[in-house]
């Protein structure tokens, strides 16, 4: 009798792991400093935004990566190799972010986002994002700003999602 319930409990995991499905999403943060020039370091509050925008993605249920953040003024090429990667990671979207980050007062002064489904290449969003309130807190206003952008950018994919 033991040895019953136990395949049809081995039965049962056996099939149930296959209804288990999560999206993936890559991002690809491009820092440019207000005006365009290119920045010489990586800023913290870029990495401060990062954080707070794949913490938020996988609370969401998206299995989520980066790529290095590029200070690139033209990412073409990163892109490029984000994409490869995306391929070869069997990712499902990839999230290019570009952020205009004031090297003055340490914070980020907004966001233009993309996000690229990588089976067909397209685009299937893309927004343009100003922080909702700006503190005396760069790092506080960076986490705060990295939730809202996650926000409008898996409200986005939701609504290309084949369910």
Same mark, same amino acid.
């Given at each position: 009798?033991?040895?019953?319930?136990?395949?049809?409990?081995?039965l049962i995991l056996?099939?149930?792991?296959?209804?288990v499905y999560a999206n993936t999403?890559?991002?690809l943060i491009n820092q440019v400093d207000n005006g365009g020039i290119v920045p010489e370091f990586e800023a913290e509050n870029v990495q401060?935004?990062?954080?707070?925008?794949? =913490?938020?993605?996988?609370? !969401?249920?998206? /299995?989520? +990566?980066? =790529?290095?953040?590029?200070? !690139?003024?033209? /990412?073409? +090429?990163? =892109?490029g190799l984000a994409i490869h990667a995306c391929r070869h990671g069997y990712f499902d979207y990839l999230a290019v972010i570009r952020l205009k980050f004031n090297p003055d007062t340490n914070q980020i002064m907004n966001a233009e986002?993309?996000?690229?489904?990588?089976a067909s290449l397209l685009v299937k969003n893309h927004g343009?994002?100003?922080?909702?309130?700006?503190?005396?807190?760069?790092?506080?206003?960076?986490k705060k700003f990295g939730v809202q952008v996650a926000r409008k950018i898996y409200s986005s994919v939701n609504d290309v999602m084949d369910w």
């Open positions: 009798m033991k040895k019953i319930h136990l395949c049809f409990l081995l056996t099939f149930s792991t296959g209804l999403l890559n991002i401060v935004f990062l954080d707070s925008f794949m =913490e938020y993605m996988f609370d !969401a249920g998206f /299995i989520v +990566s980066s =790529e290095k953040i590029s200070l !690139a003024p033209d /990412i073409t +090429s990163d =892109e986002w993309q996000v690229k489904e990588i343009h994002e100003y922080p909702n309130e700006k503190t005396t807190n760069p790092e506080g206003d960076a």
